[in-house]
């Protein structure tokens, strides 16, 4: 059997059978032997340091029993003990600064982008990511990402640039979707009052998701539009991609839309209220362009067009 320094620890501890006992006592008795430790270490001074970390740490000790020892052995036998128990306590505490400083880590801070109707705002995140975010929209980002993904969360409209990093996925949030990329350029709308999210590509490829689970997913290359909404699911198709994305050059695209999605559009751009008068009124459909026009010529050329009449009052415009 050899001295190891778990069998010191054992001796040490008065834990040792009677078998180790001898064994250990015929090697601090014997001249020759010899024990081998770090360079350059200073064992009194860190039997001092042992002895004041127990003192600081209030550990309650009981007196342990040595027995007596040839006394040209007695300094082998404490440097052993020492070297032995200093270990001990090194791994003690690094364990529980760890568990503490695991404890006590920071939450992560997030910064909140926010537009009211009628504006709009450009952002450009820390890994070079550029973002439109469309009016009545918010963006939720890290300060930092983490070291696996970069996560963001959205509510309303934004256009994408996403900086290309195939080690770190970029994912964008949506109150029921998830949209996944490497390295894109893609619009994602999802206004709370609409229920649907809608990811349209312009380059690259992205996957879109339920929220809540990725077993069922779409993957989406250019000129490719997929939706996601909680009574129909996933669905996918082809689409004119400048309709979408239109908004970010400030123009306003309509390509074969209903009138309740217009008027929809129309107020969260201006920042006004507008009302149709009937409900067959909003499932009419209207394609039409508007680009730097102010809210009153846009709908006067859309009432010429639909052969409706409207009203301006104050922030409220109604169609009738």
């Not at 970069?150 to 109150?175: C, M, Q, W």
């Not at 994602?188 to 879109?208: A, D, F, M, S």
């Amino acid at each position: 059997m050899k001295i190891t320094n778990e069998l010191l620890e054992k001796y040490a501890q008065g834990l040792c059978t009677p078998e180790e006992v001898t064994l250990v006592e015929n090697w601090l008795a014997d001249p020759a032997s010899e024990t081998c430790f770090p360079e350059g270490v200073d064992i009194s001074k860190q039997g001092e340091m042992a002895w004041e970390a127990i003192r600081e740490k209030s550990f309650d000790t009981e007196p342990v029993k040595v027995k007596s020892l040839p006394h040209s052995n007695v300094t082998r036998w404490l440097v052993a003990a020492c070297m032995v128990f200093i270990c001990g306590l090194a791994v003690f505490f690094s364990k529980r600064n760890e568990e503490q400083n695991a404890g006590s880590a920071a939450p992560k801070r997030y910064v909140t982008f926010k537009t009211k109707p009628g504006e709009k705002t450009r952002i450009k995140l820390k890994d070079g990511t550029l973002i439109n975010l469309n009016a009545d929209s918010e963006l939720r980002v890290p300060e930092n990402f983490d070291d696996s993904v970069r996560l963001v969360s959205l509510k309303g409209e934004a256009y994408l640039e996403v900086a290309k990093d195939p080690r770190h996925p970029f994912i964008v949030n949506t109150s029921d979707a998830k949209v996944r990329v490497l390295g894109t350029k893609f619009n994602v709308k999802n206004y709370p009052e609409e229920k649907t999210t809608t990811v349209v590509v312009r380059e690259g490829k992205v996957q879109l998701s339920q929220a809540s689970s990725e077993k069922e997913k779409l993957i989406l290359t250019e000129n490719e539009r997929g939706q996601f909404n909680a009574s129909f699911g996933l669905k996918e198709d082809n689409v004119y991609v400048n309709r979408y994305i239109g908004w970010k050059e400030n123009k306003l695209v309509f390509d074969n839309q209903d009138m309740n999605d217009i008027a929809r559009t129309i107020g969260r751009w201006y920042g006004i209220d507008v009302k149709l008068g009937s409900h067959h009124m909003g499932k009419q459909r209207f394609t039409g362009s508007f680009e730097n026009q102010p809210a009153s010529y846009v709908i006067e050329k859309i009432c010429y067009v639909m052969d409706y009449k409207y009203k301006i009052s104050d922030r409220e415009i109604s169609i009738y």
